[in-house]
């Protein structure tokens, strides 16, 4: 599995190697503040504590200063009541630019500098504000290239959340995109194949593609989950778009590799007749993703949590494996 140590915050404030212990997760979005903790045993992660609260609906590069002293308000009730200080956190996906690219080169130890040399060309953040991580999704041994996922954000978002978090009372340790968390959570490390996942939130949904475990590219939506019964034919003309992008890309690459899934996830996903809709649209195989896929025994460790809230806290479960 991934390390804690390939997040976004760990390469732009290193912190001790102690605090990377901490299993709690924090995501502030659409109005509502997600948290989950988990234990390890057996070698695996447990479900211990979870829950959701109200939170002002905030977006970071439009806060006034009313709207910070209100959220700092609610973060501080949060860490006295759950008492916790060191945190995991979620980066909304809108925040965030996912691409997949390949460099000439297989070396582990030349792979950054390769990748951090094409940045400018893919993203519109400035290399000198740009804080990236790359997942490695294959390698051509005979060719000598690497192909690999690279998220970026900008140190100026990571920043404003870490400014937010800390005011509140939180020492945030790491930050993960909501893409990348979902992915280690859905996903086994050695998953082969790819999938299109789709999954609905409050106030923003999200459609990523994953391959071989790793989302490679991710598209945040302006789909709510209150408006899903009115929204299904949207929702159908996101995917289709994301399907002919991804083709176009397949065919630049020479890929022959379809998608073989579309995976859905948020606690809307599980509206009577969604699934079929979507299978029927696309004639693709579709089905309600786990988050527990890397996690131990939920169905007896957390009874109060059923599959359809479970949907909602995939990003805080994954962005913790």
Request: aromatic share 10%; proline share 5%.
């Amino acid at each position: 599995m991934n390390s804690p140590v390939k997040k976004f915050l760990a390469r732009a404030f290193p912190v001790p190697e102690s605090l990377l212990l901490a299993n709690v997760s924090v995501s502030i979005s659409d109005g509502r503040l997600s948290f989950f903790e988990l234990k390890r045993k057996s070698g695996k992660m447990q479900p211990k504590n979870f829950g959701m609260m109200p939170f002002p609906d905030i977006r970071l590069q439009n806060m006034n200063q009313n709207q910070k002293t209100e959220a700092v308000s609610v973060l501080f009730a949060f860490t006295k009541t759950q008492k916790y200080y060191y945190v995991h956190g979620i980066i909304h996906e809108g925040d965030a630019y996912i691409f997949r690219t390949t460099v000439p080169t297989i070396e582990t130890n030349e792979i950054r500098q390769a990748v951090e040399s094409i940045l400018e060309e893919n993203v519109p953040i400035p290399p000198i504000e740009a804080i990236f991580e790359y997942d490695v999704v294959s390698i051509d041994i005979v060719r000598g290239e690497t192909t690999v996922a690279v998220s970026v954000v900008s140190e100026k978002i990571i920043s404003a959340y870490t400014d937010l978090l800390v005011s509140g009372g939180l020492s945030p340790i790491s930050f993960e995109t909501e893409s990348r968390s979902l992915s280690r959570a859905l996903f086994y490390p050695d998953t082969i194949g790819i999938f299109l996942v789709l999954t609905i939130m409050e106030n923003h949904s999200v459609i990523f593609i994953v391959e071989n475990g790793i989302a490679v590219f991710s598209s945040s939506i302006d789909i709510r989950s209150k408006d899903i019964n009115k929204t299904f034919s949207t929702i159908r003309d996101e995917i289709e778009k994301v399907l002919v992008f991804w083709k176009t890309q397949e065919k630049k690459i020479k890929n022959n590799i379809s998608i073989s899934r579309i995976m859905l996830v948020g606690s809307d996903s599980l509206i009577p007749g969604f699934v079929r809709y979507i299978s029927i649209c696309f004639k693709i195989p579709v089905s309600v993703g786990s988050v527990w896929t890397n996690v131990l025994s939920p169905e007896e460790n957390v009874p109060k949590l059923s599959q359809r809230d479970s949907l909602n806290y995939g990003p805080c479960i994954g962005s913790l494996i």
